[in-house]
């Protein structure tokens, strides 16, 4: 049974924090208190400096010159960065999280950087493992593991070191249904055994309104010279925020239960010609380990194929091979030659600049495809590649700035970003050279209700106009919403 910790005390007075590549300030003028062994839940919408708030709160946002601070950010009374050990958190990235090479020696490296016992530790890693699920040998790699399962590794890594404070960004982001209660089901068995202080952002907020006590909501304010930056809009019991205030918080982009975002009109046409087809497409990561298969399967223009099932059975090995981006471990995929278009007919012996026009992909991770030093740029890069005319580039760049919401970011570094405006970057970026098929992996991650309608609006405006679009996906929106054909990947 785990031991009782000492919850944590968390406070804002008046703090605020701007990046140094941005002009605006990320979070402005937040005060709060977080008394200890509160439950709190963060809403607010995308790009609303949730994510910056946590990462101060956890010591991790850099030194001056990685931006500006102002007022002051407290645990337990001292600056996070001298408050050792009494904060663990979760990133929406679980991979800047992921140190080293096993399973078992990358949950115990929290614990051995605290200097906990060596004859303790490895009973600690065994049930944070047990707490969230991750069935998995202690020395299975840690490469190996799936994005929703590395997000579990990540929080037993944090279960482990028992802080006084859990702060969890976006945890069940990527995981299946399954996944998202056993990791909230773990949360709750370790608050009730440590009682440690929560505080957890996450924009499908219904997952943790039963375990959460208050609810905190953040939104952009202006002090009159146009510098926008983040304050507290709302602050109260779950029932007191939701049910007086749900209405405008839905508006500005909460997800609040009974207020849904307006789903696109179903599709104008039936699907097109086939663009790739497989047959007996087994996939894997490495060579000789299949994941899943065998594969009939057609993807065709102007539909959308939803692919789903848990975590770790292969839909991200699925799609990457379906984009023409790693070999299959047995069968064929090919282009047929509408697509192809005088190449090759297998996507794999493609170059990059054939597959711009031809097949994009957006990964699950954002940062795995930032290249560049701005957002334009950004945008940039696949139409340079390209070799298109200047004046074509920017009506293009700044087209999709404002069709995704991200003008006022035009010339922030993209790292800077939050996890949902990184999200609608890469598929900006994809959709700039304008392909005629698009593979997007958990393409609505991070979004508030808004941009979530918005770029699910955006991808079925895609598909009208005769793009075939892989979505994989656990939001079971989602796919309702672009009437998905859907393929059950099974472990």
């Given at each position: 049974?785990?031991?009782?910790?000492?919850?944590?005390?968390?406070?804002?007075?008046?703090?605020?924090?701007?990046?140094?590549?941005?002009?605006?300030?990320?979070?402005?003028?937040?005060?709060?208190?977080?008394?200890?062994?509160?439950?709190?839940?963060?809403?607010?919408?995308?790009?609303?400096?949730?994510?910056?708030?946590?990462?101060?709160?956890?010591?991790?946002?850099?030194?001056?010159?990685?931006?500006?601070?102002?007022?002051?950010?407290?645990?337990?009374?001292?600056?996070?960065?001298?408050?050792?050990?009494?904060?663990?958190?979760?990133?929406?990235?679980?991979?800047?999280?992921?140190?080293?090479?096993?399973?078992?020696?990358d949950v115990a490296f929290g614990c051995e950087n605290l200097?906990?016992?060596?004859?303790?530790?490895?009973?600690?890693?065994?049930?944070?493992?047990?707490?969230?699920?991750?069935d998995v040998a202690l020395d299975r790699s840690t490469a190996?593991?799936?994005?929703?399962?590395?997000?579990?590794?990540?929080?037993?890594?944090?279960?482990?070191?028992?802080?006084?404070?859990?702060?969890?960004d976006e945890p069940t982001a990527n995981l299946d249904p399954?996944?998202?209660?056993?990791?909230?089901?773990?949360?709750?068995?370790?608050?009730?055994?440590?009682?440690?202080?929560?505080?957890?952002?996450?924009?499908?907020?219904?997952?943790?309104?039963?375990?959460?006590?208050?609810?905190?909501?953040?939104?952009?304010?202006?002090?009159?010279?146009?510098?926008?930056?983040?304050?507290?809009?709302?602050?109260?019991?779950?029932?007191?925020?939701?049910?007086?205030?749900?209405?405008?918080?839905?508006?500005?982009?909460?997800?609040?239960?009974?207020?849904?975002?307006?789903?696109?009109?179903?599709?104008?046409?039936?699907?097109?010609?086939?663009?790739?087809?497989?047959?007996?497409?087994?996939?894997?990561?490495?060579?000789?380990?299949?994941?899943?298969?065998?594969?009939?399967?057609?993807?065709?223009?102007?539909?959308?194929?939803?692919?789903?099932?848990?975590?770790?059975?292969?839909?991200?090995?699925?799609?990457?091979?379906?984009?023409?981006?790693?070999?299959?471990?047995?069968?064929?995929?090919?282009?047929?030659?509408?697509?192809?278009?005088?190449?090759?007919?297998?996507?794999?012996?493609?170059?990059?600049?054939?597959?711009?026009?031809?097949?994009?992909?957006?990964?699950?991770?954002?940062?795995?495809?930032?290249?560049?030093?701005?957002?334009?740029?950004?945008?940039?890069?696949?139409?340079?590649?390209?070799?298109?005319?200047?004046?074509?580039?920017?009506?293009?760049?700044?087209?999709?700035?404002?069709?995704?919401?991200?003008?006022?970011?035009?010339?922030?570094?993209?790292?800077?970003?939050?996890?949902?405006?990184?999200?609608?970057?890469?598929?900006?970026?994809?959709?700039?050279?304008?392909?005629?098929?698009?593979?997007?992996?958990?393409?609505?991650?991070?979004?508030?209700?808004?941009?979530?309608?918005?770029?699910?609006?955006?991808?079925?405006?895609?598909?009208?106009?005769?793009?075939?679009?892989?979505?994989?996906?656990?939001?079971?929106?989602?796919?309702?919403?672009?009437?998905?054909?859907?393929?059950?990947?099974?472990?």
């Amino acid at each position: 049974m785990t031991a009782a910790v000492q919850p944590a005390a968390l406070e804002a007075r008046g703090w605020g924090w701007r990046y140094a590549t941005r002009r605006r300030w990320a979070v402005r003028d937040v005060e709060l208190r977080i008394e200890p062994g509160e439950r709190v839940l963060l809403l607010g919408a995308s790009g609303s400096g949730k994510s910056t708030l946590l990462q101060g709160l956890g010591g991790v946002l850099g030194g001056a010159d990685e931006g500006e601070t102002r007022g002051e950010l407290l645990v337990d009374g001292h600056v996070p960065t001298d408050a050792r050990g009494r904060v663990g958190m979760v990133l929406q990235d679980p991979d800047t999280q992921t140190i080293l090479a096993r399973v078992g020696d990358d949950v115990a490296f929290g614990c051995e950087n605290l200097g906990v016992p060596r004859d303790e530790i490895w009973p600690r890693v065994r049930e944070a493992l047990d707490a969230v699920q991750l069935d998995v040998a202690l020395d299975r790699s840690t490469a190996a593991l799936s994005g929703g399962q590395k997000q579990r590794l990540a929080l037993a890594g944090v279960l482990a070191m028992r802080p006084g404070a859990i702060l969890l960004d976006e945890p069940t982001a990527n995981l299946d249904p399954a996944g998202v209660d056993e990791v909230r089901g773990a949360v709750g068995a370790a608050l009730d055994r440590t009682g440690a202080t929560l505080v957890v952002i996450e924009h499908r907020i219904d997952v943790w309104l039963p375990l959460v006590t208050r609810v905190i909501v953040l939104g952009t304010g202006d002090d009159g010279t146009g510098d926008d930056g983040t304050v507290v809009l709302a602050d109260g019991s779950p029932e007191a925020v939701l049910g007086e205030r749900g209405a405008e918080l839905a508006a500005s982009g909460v997800w609040v239960p009974g207020h849904p975002p307006a789903a696109p009109p179903a599709p104008r046409t039936e699907p097109g010609e086939p663009l790739v087809e497989t047959r007996a497409l087994q996939v894997s990561r490495r060579r000789g380990l299949r994941v899943a298969g065998p594969f009939d399967l057609a993807v065709r223009a102007g539909e959308v194929l939803g692919i789903t099932g848990p975590n770790g059975a292969g839909k991200s090995t699925l799609g990457l091979t379906l984009a023409g981006l790693i070999p299959p471990e047995a069968g064929a995929v090919r282009a047929t030659p509408s697509l192809a278009a005088g190449e090759a007919t297998d996507p794999l012996a493609w170059s990059s600049r054939t597959l711009l026009t031809r097949i994009a992909t957006v990964l699950q991770t954002p940062e795995h495809q930032l290249l560049a030093k701005t957002v334009r740029e950004e945008l940039s890069v696949g139409p340079r590649a390209l070799r298109m005319a200047p004046d074509e580039i920017t009506a293009r760049t700044d087209d999709l700035l404002d069709r995704l919401r991200l003008r006022h970011l035009a010339e922030a570094n993209p790292y800077t970003l939050s996890g949902g405006e990184k999200r609608r970057l890469t598929v900006a970026a994809a959709i700039a050279t304008r392909p005629r098929m698009l593979v997007l992996d958990e393409p609505t991650f991070g979004q508030d209700a808004v941009t979530w309608a918005e770029l699910v609006g955006l991808i079925a405006a895609l598909r009208d106009e005769g793009t075939a679009i892989v979505a994989i996906s656990h939001d079971e929106a989602v796919l309702r919403a672009l009437h998905a054909r859907r393929i059950e990947v099974g472990r």
